[in-house]
């Protein structure tokens, strides 16, 4: 089993920056790692996917803002979140995908609001 915690969120003004961090408990050196969001009422929604190769894919919405990427060595993820905007409010979770297996994060919050 491989453990994930999230940090990095938080309360940020429209406009503002934010970068998540997704730390594994093993290595995701082959691994497919994602970060996915979930606002209230919504269901879970990708936001943003790296392959074990580098390939990335990204929601429609967050295409040109958001950037993810990964620390092998540190077993780590990342998405950087820039030009955030009150749609984006939601909790952040990150996915681990390798094997078969997939794992969750408990969520980080994020809140863009004035």
């Known amino acids: 089993q491989v453990q994930l915690v999230e940090s990095g969120g938080g309360l940020v003004q429209p406009g503002g920056s934010l970068r998540l961090s997704c730390a594994a408990s093993?290595?995701?050196?082959?691994?497919?790692m994602g970060w996915y969001r979930q606002a209230p009422g919504k269901q879970r929604e990708l936001v943003a996917v790296?392959?074990?190769?580098?390939?990335?894919n990204y929601a429609d919405s967050v295409k040109g803002r958001f950037t993810i990427s990964r620390d092998n060595a540190k077993n780590t993820v990342y998405l950087q979140m820039n030009s955030l905007k009150p749609e984006d409010t939601a909790v952040y979770y990150c996915n681990y995908d390798a094997h078969g297996l997939r794992f969750w994060g408990q969520g980080t919050q994020v809140t863009v609001s004035s």
């Open positions: 790296m392959s074990s190769g580098g390939s990335t």
């Open positions: 093993g290595s995701i050196f082959r691994a497919i």
